[in-house]
């Protein structure tokens, strides 16, 4: 499932494609289920001649304002992908919605699984307002995420994953996260000291700017491996500490990394580097 540094990616490659600006002449829907709470039909007919004002990002949320006063929320979901395309090319079988702009370019939703959903709303807030502080905010500070972190009795791995809880972390990004900050995912995040929370502020921050910088994170060839816009793969898997390299040398102290389960969901670690706290 694409993680923030994927979804940025993505907001970032529409916005270098200048399509800010742009009208929405038409639009078609080839798998209804797509569009969240609205007929498609009536999806269509709301976006119509609508221009897309900005493209920003929101969690794992992909936001396009329009000028219809609308928002459309986009969540890739495990292997949703955004396509800009020339219209004269035969769409393909999973591009399930297709939007016409007036620069002669199709901005194109493929979901091969069919998890992915597209919301539009006027009141955006009230489905990003339930999610947690973005972890590059300036606002989001090591203080904050200490109190937080007090305030609950949870396994901080489970707990860095919700989304009401922090914005925009996933599987990869936690698991690494953990990793560089030494904290075992089985912890519970009442009892890390403020210095530990400190240093997994700076884990999360640092890893995600570093998923951003290589353009999102790329694994193998299936269904949920991300691409962004026009099929460009990322590049940050060759920077993977622990994530998929169960029985690889540790980087920092060259133990065999592990995978174990935590919460459902594979995680990986290194035993050395991560004990389970007492």
């Known amino acids: 499932m694409p993680e923030l ?17 742009r009208a ?20 269509c007919l709301r976006i119509k001649g609508s221009k897309i004002r900005q493209i920003t990002r929101r969690g794992k949320y992909i936001v396009l304002d329009l000028s219809c006063r609308l928002t459309m929320l986009i969540h890739l979901r495990m292997s949703g992908r955004l396509n800009l395309s020339d219209p004269t090319i035969e ?20 979901d091969t699984r069919k998890f992915g959903r597209i919301v539009l709303t006027d009141t955006p807030q009230t489905i990003l307002g339930q999610l947690g502080p973005e972890p590059l905010s300036k606002r989001f500070t090591g203080k904050q995420l200490f109190t937080m972190l007090q305030a609950c009795r949870r396994q901080i791995k489970p707990l860095l994953l919700d989304q009401h809880f922090l914005a925009g972390l996933g599987n990869i990004y936690v698991d690494e996260a953990l990793w560089t900050a030494g ?33 999102g994170t ?29 029985g690889m ?19 990986h670690i290194c035993p050395h580097c991560q004990k389970p706290l007492n």
């Open 5 to 21: 540094p994927e979804v940025q990616t993505i907001v970032d490659h529409l916005n270098q494609a200048h399509i800010v600006g």
């Open 24 to 43: 929405i002449t038409d639009s078609r829907v080839y798998w209804p289920k797509t569009i969240a709470g609205m007929d498609s039909c009536r999806f």
């Open 91 to 110: 769409r393909n079988p999973h591009e399930h919605v297709i939007l016409q702009l007036d620069n002669t370019t199709d901005l194109r939703f493929q």
């Open 183 to 215: 904290i075992h995912p089985l912890s519970i995040s009442s009892t890390l000291s403020a210095r530990q929370s400190a240093s997994l502020h700076r884990a999360i921050r640092h890893v995600l700017r570093k998923g951003i910088k290589n353009l």
């Open 218 to 246: 790329s694994l193998g060839r299936g269904k949920g491996n991300f691409y962004s816009t026009n099929n460009r793969p990322g590049r940050n898997a060759d920077q993977l500490n622990v994530f998929r390299r169960t």
């Open 249 to 267: 040398a540790c980087p920092r102290c060259k133990t065999a990394i592990m995978r174990i389960i935590v919460a459902q969901r594979s995680s």
